[in-house]
T-cell receptor
Framework: SQTIHQWPATLVQPVGSPLSLECTVEGTSNPNLYWYRQAAGRGLQLLFYSVGIGQISSEVPQNLSASRPQDRQFILSSKKLLLSDSGFYLC????????????FGQGTRLTVV | KQEVTQIPAALSVPEGENLVLNCSFTDSAIYNLQWFRQDPGKGLTSLLLIQSSQREQTSGRLNASLDKSSGRSTLYIAASQPGDSATYLCAVMGSWGKFQFGAGTQVVVTP
């Protein structure tokens, strides 16, 4: 069966520090991968979307970047965090084709102080 | 641009009542619609996936309907229990290959 791992679960970082969140998927190949952010009391905002290694689509201009160095690995990064980067970050993967279904990791609570 | 709306934003019912959660979307050109549950501070758990060619999907006490032409989906939860308390989100996937989410309905089931 497929599983998705996302870490760390919580993170407190000072303003101006770098960020690296990692997500890996097991039990499937060539998945679509996603990074979402969920601000308090708000819906999920799609940040990045990847259909393959090295292929990244950015949905929202911002202080963050994403990379996909391996087929089932997706990394969210920042060189210098801002206070506004605080939030709940969720990684997801989906199958491809007409029956596409999305599966989510447990999320990372990021607090920038 | 696809927009997804969920009404109501919050709902409180006594245990045993049926829950009706609504989701509407502006662009009917979707591949599928998915309902999720989110517990506080946790990730999303997939509940039901409805393909665009389907009218409804059922799993246990959950039933989701889809009317693509009118841009609506409804999630029914029969005989609610306190354990059903959570936020429920719907997401649509279009030809663009990405999921667009509603803001969710926060449900509280009181014993």
């Amino acid at each position: 069966s497929q599983t998705i791992h996302q870490w760390p679960a919580t993170l407190v970082q000072p303003v101006g520090s770098p960020l690296s969140l990692e997500c890996t998927v097991e039990g499937t190949s060539n998945p679509n991968l996603y990074w979402y952010r969920q601000a308090a009391g708000r819906g999920l905002q799609l940040l990045f979307y990847s259909v393959g290694i090295g292929q990244i689509s950015s949905e929202v201009p911002q202080n963050l970047s994403a990379s996909r160095p391996q087929d089932r690995q997706f990394i969210l990064s920042s060189k210098k965090l801002l206070l506004s980067d605080s939030g709940f970050y969720l990684c997801a993967w989906s199958t491809t084709g007409a029956n596409t279904e999305a599966f989510f990791g447990q999320g990372t609570r990021l607090t920038v102080v | 641009k696809q927009e997804v709306t969920q009404i109501p934003a919050a709902l409180s019912v006594p245990e045993g009542e049926n829950l009706v959660l609504n989701c509407s979307f502006t662009d009917s050109a979707i591949y599928n619609l998915q309902w999720f549950r989110q517990d506080p501070g946790k990730g999303l758990t997939s509940l039901l996936l409805i393909q665009s060619s389907q009218r409804e999907q059922t799993s246990g006490r959950l039933n989701a309907s889809l009317d693509k032409s009118s841009g609506r989906s409804t999630l029914y939860i029969a005989a609610s229990q306190p354990g059903d308390s959570a936020t429920y989100l719907c997401a649509v996937m279009g030809s663009w290959g990405k999921f667009q989410f509603g803001a969710g309905t926060q449900v509280v089931v009181t014993p």
